[in-house]
């Protein structure tokens, strides 16, 4: 597979090996992603996508293996120092607070680094969230929950962001919307790893991707390959 | 009207407030509990240990080193709850994974270990704490002594600022968040581990402040915590487990429950707590604040 010229990846995953209790799940995943370029996970349900973001962030109860940020290897050490380095998560069932409301929700995770976005930032960038700052979290629609869930991460300073499947049961409009905002978001300087079902969404905004199976990656395909590879792709995903 | 009930004011008004100082204590105490379930995930029976170690706090240190009340009234807690850190430490942050019955049963044993040195050392007859306010107010109907004013005033105080740190500041919002999903907040960057012993310590602390607030209008005594912490689990239970304002409110209204019941029913008083309890549950098997997860 053929890797495109970087100087030096922000973030490098070799050999990672991941267990659930006595599962196993994946079994030396390798990649790796340059600053601020814009890559996905694909592959089919139970591949080990999801598996492989959390065990980025170190919330998955045992790993080997090697994950490097800005070549500081993270194995080993808890997720809250995790996301010191810079790194920030969305969880696929994004994770919205029901206890908080939707500006504590906002403002929960904690500024590790400067350079994040500003409370008025994130408000331009989501109206919706500033008019609904006061309702408990939960009670917000799904695409606003998870336009909440992608704004409390870019407060923070991280310069890496995991997006799990953000587009996940969403409507088409609401879609579009995410896509625009992971576009800017790119514009901006994020890194970001995507994991999406969706292959068509990840088309339209990614770099690169990467095909996960079982617990391995199996192919690399950039974006101007993507048309000729399209057979291939599909073959992968099943779909 | 009075004539009419067949009871006197000055009885009535009279266990009314006695059940409202009762009703503090509930209210603190529970609140300690509430703050430590909602976070630990244990429900700590060794609260009415250290609810006695606080008033012990308070004794030892006006009796070994002059310590007056109203400092005692802020160092035990700290002393206490810095013991209760050091117990999170060492014993229970190794139970959080297991089944809610081994956090019972360290915290009981806990509480039986404690409380039996304190017997060891000091027997259980108990011994008096002289009150730092003198004096008392004739409100016509009753006499109260000031320092029981003093107490229900300085428990609600002690509640609300408690519920506005939960509810309304940024350490509050983790607190709350952490209850929710510990290992997201984790992954945000909060060192969790840490939320949790301090949160244990400052439950403690709370307990321990209790205990200090009671030194004086009960004798310190070993076991002055045990018959306390029955009626205290009640009103977690009646208040929802680990809801906040549900305990403070909860625990206000059964002391005055119960100090009616004095005056209408006298055998009843001890129980009413219990057939509340069970009413409660029939209905709300969450508790009257409690949200089902």
Not at chain 2, 208 to 213: D, K, N, R, S, T
């Amino acid at each position: 597979m053929s890797v495109p010229v970087m100087v030096e990846p922000l973030l490098k995953v070799a050999g990672l090996n991941a267990w659930y209790g006595e599962s196993h799940i994946l079994h030396g995943i390798d990649f790796e992603i340059g600053k601020g370029e814009l890559v996905t996970l694909l592959g089919r349900n139970g591949a080990g996508k999801t598996t492989t973001l959390r065990s980025i962030m170190g919330i998955v109860g045992r790993r080997s293996g090697s994950v490097t940020f800005e070549g500081r290897e993270t194995v080993g050490h808890p997720s809250n120092q995790i996301a010191r380095l810079g790194i920030a998560y969305c969880p696929e069932e994004r994770g919205i607070f029901s206890s908080l409301n939707v500006e504590e929700n906002l403002l929960l995770p904690p500024v590790v680094k400067p350079g994040g976005l500003s409370l008025e930032e994130i408000y331009r960038l989501f109206p919706n969230l500033e008019e609904r700052k006061r309702s408990q979290g939960t009670k917000l629609s799904g695409g606003e929950q998870q336009m909440l869930a992608i704004g409390r991460i870019l407060r923070t300073g991280a310069s890496l962001l995991l997006l799990d499947e953000p587009t996940e049961g969403l409507a088409p409009v609401i879609v579009q919307r995410i896509g625009e905002i992971i576009r800017q978001l790119k514009e901006r300087g994020f890194t970001i790893l995507l994991v999406e079902q969706n292959f068509h969404f990840a088309a339209t905004v990614a770099d690169r991707h990467y095909v996960v199976e079982d617990g391995r990656v199996i192919d690399m395909v950039t974006a101007a390959d993507v048309k000729q590879s399209l057979g291939k792709l599909q073959a992968y995903l099943g779909v | 009207m009075f004539e009419l009930l067949g009871i006197s004011p000055p009885a009535l008004f009279g266990q009314l407030l006695l059940g409202l100082i009762n009703g503090a204590f509930y209210a603190m105490l529970s609140l300690g509990l509430a703050v430590i379930f909602g976070m630990l995930n244990v429900i700590n029976f060794t609260h009415g240990a250290q609810y006695m170690m606080g008033a012990f706090a308070a004794w030892l240190l006006l009796g070994m080193l002059d310590v007056p009340f109203w400092a005692a009234l802020v160092l035990a807690p700290i002393i206490v709850g810095l013991i209760g850190v050091v117990l999170e430490r060492l014993l229970l942050k190794r139970i959080y994974h297991l089944d809610h019955l081994y956090g019972f049963l360290l915290t009981f044993g806990l509480a039986l270990v404690i409380e039996g040195m304190f017997q060891w050392k000091w027997g259980s007859s108990g011994a008096p704490y002289p009150s730092p306010i003198a004096g008392g107010w004739n409100l016509g109907f009753m006499y109260l002594p000031k320092y029981r004013g003093f107490v229900v005033v300085a428990a609600l105080a002690i509640c609300l600022i408690t519920w506005y740190a939960i509810e309304r500041t940024r350490l509050g919002a983790y607190l709350r968040a952490a209850t929710e999903n510990p290992t997201l907040v984790r992954a945000f960057g909060i060192n969790v581990p840490r939320l949790i012993t301090i949160t244990y310590g400052v439950g403690v602390g709370l307990a321990a402040m209790a205990g200090v607030l009671a030194a004086p209008i009960q004798q310190v005594s070993a076991l002055m915590g045990t018959n306390l912490v029955l009626v205290v689990f009640a009103v977690v239970v009646i208040g929802g487990m680990g809801s906040i304002m549900g305990s403070i409110v909860t625990g206000f209204s059964l002391g005055l429950i119960e100090g009616l019941t004095k005056v209408f029913y006298p055998p009843a008083s001890n129980t009413v707590i219990f057939v509340v309890m069970a009413l409660v549950l029939l209905v709300k098997p969450a508790g009257l604040f409690g949200q089902t997860k």
